[in-house]
């Protein structure tokens, strides 16, 4: 499923994930894989916690972060893509 | 206020630090109290020291690094934020191994109960970081557990002790858990089918748990789980067992109590009855309470204030967790400990005469369970631990044990 500005995500329930000095580690209990975020993915994965709009985590980043809202955009469609494909995040349009 | 014969030392700010932050209040470490101890010129290596002795430091920098992590030196911030990461890695690496095997005990038809480590760190703290564990503790019942240790031989597991097969069957009949080591990966699962050393107690096992065992999800996958009130009577168990000798394990004990503020008090009382471990959750009780300042409900709360053989254990739980090098803390400074019992909380007044100093001294000799541990007798010949705790404490100190005990 592709995702938009209007989808709605969220982070699935068979992981756990560990803050790591600004940084966090997630563990997909499925298949016991690792994956690290930076500070920035930190704060995405941390709004993914309950199910939101993209377009609502996109305004929340450009309120903490200096960025391009186009870069900004097309960065965290990549991320949440990325997610998605490691089963990490559920996508509900 | 207590009346005193002489003004006893007061709680070094290392230690009141160290309790501010077990707290299940997480709004202590914001608090006035805390940034005044932080400015009050800590003695940093001792306060690494006694966080790491009670299994508190990820706590420690959590607290500090979202607060005033400027008034804390640079490299201690940096070994706080090491230790931070350690506990996190390992978190999520026993949480993975632990869901993995339950799935294959499921799979097996063994009923499996794990305990402790990641699924108290994720039910009780949140964050799997905040709370270290060095290992795995899973309870499985008395004719699971056979079938359980070869499922983990089949998995590459090994005991972690050599022993024979004869002897694996000598410890099944009249131990309580068995020690495995995993291949390839530093985890170390301990399979329990009791909480206590059948010498060490005195009533019935804890069979009890398994009627009312409820099922709970652990990222997403369903897991047998301990109801409240059980849970806590086997941290108290298990807390009271090793001496309270970890703040961590008050620390426990107090975030499930204030979690749960409608526990069923006379039933928790009643099942450690049965297994003769009521002082053990009394003494839970009261640690969280003078040492954390949980609220108790009244109904408790009456019973632990009472009971005057709390207060001067309380004390020389605190000597093991704030003199973590001695284990043992000198009567002066037990004294101090007793201030931090609520001046509500029964008449303490005679700690503080010259007489307590008996009183004292009786509460060290009194065996605890390393004198159990170390010399094993039948019950019947218990009184024996009485004449083996001194030579205990003698062989410990040496001829330093004299000054100590001032």
New interface residues.
Partial sequence: MSISSSSIVAS?????S????GEV?I?N??D?V?YGLNAVGARIWSLLEEPRMVSQIHETLLDEYEIDPHVCESQLLTLLADLAAHGLVEIKQ | MHSLTHDPPRLRPEAELLLLVASPDSRTGGSARFRSLLEAGLDWDYLVQAGWHSDILPLLYWHLNATWPELVPPAVLRRLQECFCRTSIRGLLLMNELVRLLKLFERHDIHALPFKGPTLAWSLYGNLALRPMGDLDVFVTGQDVRRAKQVLIDEGYRLDIDMDANEVNRRLETDFFLGFRAPNVDVRIELHWDLLHPRLRGGEGIDCIWDSVTWSHLAGQPVRTLRAEQLLMLLCIHGHRHDWERLKWIGDVGRLIAAHPDLNWPGIRRDAARMEQDPAVLMGAFLASSLLGVRLPDTIRGIVRNDRSLPPQMGLVCGRLFRPKHNLPGFREWQSYLELVDASSGELSWMFQPRSFLRYLAWVVTPNYWTRLELRVPRSFALLHYVYRPMQLVRRHGIALVDRLK
């Fill in positions: 699935v329930k068979h992981q756990v560990c803050d790591l000095a580690v563990l209990v499925q016991g690792y």
